[in-house]
C-alpha cells in the first residue's frame, strides 16, 4: 500500500536561519508531488507542485524553493527564514487521473 | 481568479442534530473533492463527485455536486462528536481549487 512520510512534525527556527523540510512517498512510481501551506485551520495554498524528478513548478513566489532529487522525496527550503515563513507545511501525492490527493501528517513550522 | 466559497466557515451544533455545509463557486469544475482534517494532521479524502446532479453517501455524510458543476453540498445526519473536524472542499478544472474550509464542532 502507499504512505506518505512527512518530517519532522514540529519546528521551531530563528528567523535568518536556514529550513529543510522532507517528504517521501513509498508504494508508488512517477507520482505528481505537492507542497502546500496552510493557515491556522484555513483552507490551503499551493506553493510547489512536480511532475517528474528535478521538475519543479512554483506557484507562489517567496523565500521557499523545492527540489526532487528522486522519484518519490520532494524537499522543501529556504536559505533564510523570515517571520512570515511560520505556518502547517503540508505534502501530498497523486498520480496522473487520480482524482484525490494523499496527504502526509504536516510539518508544523514556527519562525522565531 | 477562481474562487470556492464555503460556508459556514464555523459551526457548533449538539450531537444528534443534522447539519449542512455549502461549497459555491463562479466557475465549472470536472470534479469537486470534500476532506475532513483533524487538528495537526493533514486532510483525508472522503469523497469525489463527478457528474452534475450526483449525489454520494457515506455513512452518516451525503455529498450533493450541482447540476452546472459549480457548486456541492455536505449534509451530515445525526451528527457524532467523531464528526468534528476541518471540513475543505477543492473543486478541479485544470488546476485544483481549495476552499477555506467550515470549521465543524460536534458537543456532546
Known amino acids: 500500500s502507499q504512505t506518505i512520510h512527512q518530517w519532522p512534525a514540529t519546528l521551531v527556527q530563528p528567523v535568518g536561519s536556514p529550513l529543510s523540510l522532507e517528504c517521501t512517498v513509498e508504494?508508488?512510481?512517477?507520482?505528481?508531488l505537492y507542497w502546500y501551506r496552510q493557515a491556522a485551520g484555513r483552507g490551503l495554498q499551493l506553493l510547489f507542485y512536480?511532475?517528474?524528478?528535478?521538475?519543479i513548478s512554483s506557484e507562489v513566489p517567496q523565500n521557499l524553493s523545492a527540489s526532487r532529487p528522486q522519484d518519490r522525496q520532494f524537499i522543501l527550503s529556504s536559505k533564510k527564514l523570515l517571520l512570515s515563513d511560520s505556518g502547517f507545511y503540508l505534502c501530498?501525492?497523486?498520480?496522473?487521473?487520480?482524482?484525490?490527493?494523499?496527504f502526509g501528517s504536516g510539518t508544523r513550522l514556527t519562525v522565531v | 481568479t477562481q474562487l470556492l466559497e464555503q460556508s459556514p466557515q464555523f459551526l457548533s451544533i449538539q450531537e444528534g442534530e443534522n447539519l449542512t455545509v455549502y461549497c459555491n463557486s463562479s466557475?465549472?469544475?470536472?470534479?469537486l473533492q470534500w476532506y475532513r482534517q483533524e487538528p495537526g494532521e493533514g486532510p483525508v479524502l472522503l469523497v469525489t463527485?463527478?457528474?452534475g446532479g450526483e449525489v454520494k453517501k457515506l455513512k452518516r455524510l451525503t455529498f450533493q455536486f450541482g447540476d452546472a458543476r459549480k457548486d456541492s453540498s455536505l449534509h451530515i445526519t445525526a451528527a457524532q462528536t467523531g464528526d468534528t473536524g476541518l471540513y475543505l472542499c477543492?473543486?478541479?478544472?485544470?488546476?485544483?481549487?481549495w476552499g477555506a474550509g467550515t470549521k465543524l464542532i460536534i458537543k456532546p
Open positions: 512536480s511532475v517528474g524528478i528535478g521538475q
Open positions: 463527485v463527478v457528474t
Open positions: 501530498a501525492w497523486t498520480l496522473q487521473g487520480m482524482y484525490g490527493y494523499t
Open positions: 466557475s465549472v469544475f470536472s470534479s
Open positions: 508504494g508508488t512510481s512517477n507520482p505528481n
Open positions: 477543492a473543486g478541479r478544472n485544470y488546476q485544483l481549487i
